[in-house]
């Protein structure tokens, strides 16, 4: 497969940085200045070294294929041996090209509450027509681009795409594996066959440049292209999928949860309403019990403008009943603790306040009015492990699981670099959310 893509007649890698566009007009991720420069330095049995010698920026591109899956896994390692600092402004994890254009359909994925994974097919050509032959000149500048936005990652879209064939059925599909909405693939047409192009956030999309300094490093997002017949493309990505999941005992012993949000108390908890729920809950076989939205409200307040809390309401549970018989567990169960741990919202009278206003008035000088620069700020992650570490003291057997439905704008222009940082921050896996999780009893 390596050596497929070593022939596609596209660089490996396609970079823009300030100062460094592209060299044919347009907005597309490929046809840039440093990707047509880039040469090969060295090839390994992972993947490719290249080099461009008027910057002095490296790119290790790193390839895995888990052993008997048609899946290719791609990443990008930047590292800056040059004099000078680079303003990157995209970085792709995987360019590949040489798919028929003739007869290519794409495929993506809208994605909603109560709406979700609605998989649409379109012929290639409506977004990539074929040129006329009559006046050359060149390659065409428009493609069929899908980006994510704000803090969750399918928002609008799933971070996936795919090229089948209608005759004989080839297919190429693919993911982004980034935990928010940084991201942004392309598919077009180029020198008369198909072309991919995947990477993480961008600067036209995101407001996304990282400095790069010499002697510094960047890693972009990693992507995954997964090769066969329709459904045996689909099957391959799936088990792939499943391949590079982290260890961890809740895949081998997948428990019953039941969460008392959806057709049920929708964010309005008390003592009254839950404990004969919790009953009919373990009753039916459920293991976890979850109090979703609104355990923090107080009951004449409610529940979306009071996020961040983090405390149970004293009027929805007097004398605190409902902490008591979670703690000690109820018919069998293991209490979860309330959910809605939501890191990415910032809503009107949270307490937290005083740490998101002022990013907020870093880039308008304006107290913020509504949800939307919490993850500008350094200090809220730092706030909300607090909040997790105490709730996995508290209970004991609690857990806790963050809810990032809401999202938060990801195009934020303001001076200065390092712009659109928080869209490329990935969890530990040592993090807070793991620490929080307290060891059965």
């Known amino acids: 497969m390596i050596d497929a893509l070593l022939d596609s007649g596209l660089p490996l890698v396609e970079v823009t940085a300030t100062g460094h566009g592209r060299h044919w007009s347009s907005h597309r991720l490929i046809d840039t200045a440093i990707g047509s420069r880039m040469r090969r330095r060295r090839r390994h049995s992972t993947g490719v070294e290249l080099h461009d010698p008027q910057t002095g920026l ?4 790193r390839y895995r294929s ?16 040059g004099e000078h600092p680079l303003i990157l402004e995209s970085v792709t994890s995987l360019v590949v090209g040489g ?18 994974y609605r998989w649409r097919r379109s012929p290639l050509r409506l977004t990539s027509p074929e040129l006329s032959d009559q006046v050359r000149y060149g390659n065409g500048k428009d493609c069929f681009t899908l980006a994510g ?32 909405g940084g991201w942004r693939w392309e598919c077009g047409a180029r020198e008369g066959t198909a072309y ?11 407001g996304w440049r990282h400095p790069l300094n010499p002697g510094e490093e960047f890693r972009t997002v990693p992507v995954a292209l997964a090769v066969g017949e329709h459904d045996e493309a689909f099957a391959a990505l799936t088990r792939y999928r499943r391949a590079i999941r982290r260890p961890h005992p809740d895949h081998e012993r997948l428990p019953v949860i039941f969460n008392d949000y959806m057709n049920c108390l929708m964010g309005d908890p008390t003592t009254e309403k839950l404990l004969p729920l919790i009953d009919a809950a373990a009753e039916a076989g459920a293991e976890y019990f979850v109090i979703d939205a609104g355990w923090y409200a107080e009951i004449d307040r409610s529940w979306w403008d009071t996020v961040g809390a983090w405390e149970p309401s004293a009027t929805r549970f007097p004398g605190g ?5 979670l703690a000690t567990g109820r018919r069998g169960e293991h209490p979860g603790a309330p959910r809605g741990a939501d890191l990415s919202r910032r809503q009107r009278g949270r307490p937290d306040r005083k740490h998101a206003d002022p990013a907020h008035r870093a880039l308008t000088g304006a107290t913020p009015p509504h949800r939307g620069t919490i993850e500008m700020n350094p200090v809220i992650p730092v706030f909300h492990s607090r909040d997790l570490l105490r709730w996995g003291r508290r209970s004991r057997r609690a857990v806790v699981r963050p809810d990032p439905p809401a999202g938060s704008p990801g195009h934020r222009p303001r001076p200065g670099l390092g712009r659109g940082r928080h869209l490329l921050v ?7 959310f793991e620490r929080a999780r307290p060891t059965r009893s």
Not at 196 to 206: E, N, R, T
């Open 58 to 61: 490296v790119a290790e591109i």
């Open 66 to 81: 888990p052993e008997g899956l048609p899946v290719l896994r791609s990443e990008v390692l930047l590292r800056n041996e």
């Open 99 to 116: 798919f028929p254009a003739d007869g290519a359909e794409l495929m993506w994925a809208e994605n909603d509450w109560l709406a979700e």
């Open 149 to 180: 936005q704000g803090t969750w990652s399918s928002c609008g879209h799933l971070p996936m795409g795919g090229l089948t064939h209608r005759e004989s059925g080839r297919t190429w599909l693919w993911q982004i594996e980034h935990n928010g």
């Open 196 to 206: 991919v192009a995947l990477s993480g956030p961008s600067d036209g999309h995101h």
């Open 321 to 325: 009943r409902i902490s008591r018989r």
């Open 426 to 432: 990935h969890p530990s896996p040592s993090g807070p």
